[in-house]
């Protein structure tokens, strides 16, 4: 079992930037896939980004390539996603997610564990 818990959401004028963090439990952390989706009101959930177990590998949405980073600390069962140049279409919640498997998918029925969320909302 894996839980996660996201922190680090909140308001930001338009090219701002905001930390998101999300925090596991469990000793198995580093053997997970982590990523990052979100969840604009009306719409369905989409893919942001992932990061392989060891680090090495991410891979983004075209629509945040470029801006975003995602990355982790297995060391701290954490991973982060930086959202620089943040624009109004970027309001959300975010969502962390958690996969046993190596693949970086992009489909979230591929992930086995959630977070609740955090809420970003960018004012333009």
């Known amino acids: 079992q894996v839980q996660l818990v996201e922190s680090g959401g909140g308001l930001v004028q338009a090219g701002g930037s905001l930390r998101l963090s999300c925090a596991a439990s469990?000793?198995?952390?580093?053997?997970?896939?982590m990523a990052w989706f979100r969840q604009a009101p009306g719409k369905e959930r989409e893919f942001v980004a992932a990061i392989s177990w060891s680090g090495g590998n991410t891979y983004y949405a075209d629509s945040v390539k470029g801006r975003f980073t995602i990355s982790r600390d297995n060391a701290k069962n954490t991973v982060y996603l930086q959202m620089n140049s943040l624009k109004p279409e970027d309001t959300a919640v975010y969502y962390c997610a958690a996969r046993r498997g190596p693949i970086l998918e992009t489909r979230d029925y591929e992930y086995d564990y959630w977070g609740r969320g955090t809420q970003v909302t960018v004012s333009s």
């Open positions: 469990g000793r198995t952390f580093s053997s997970y896939t």
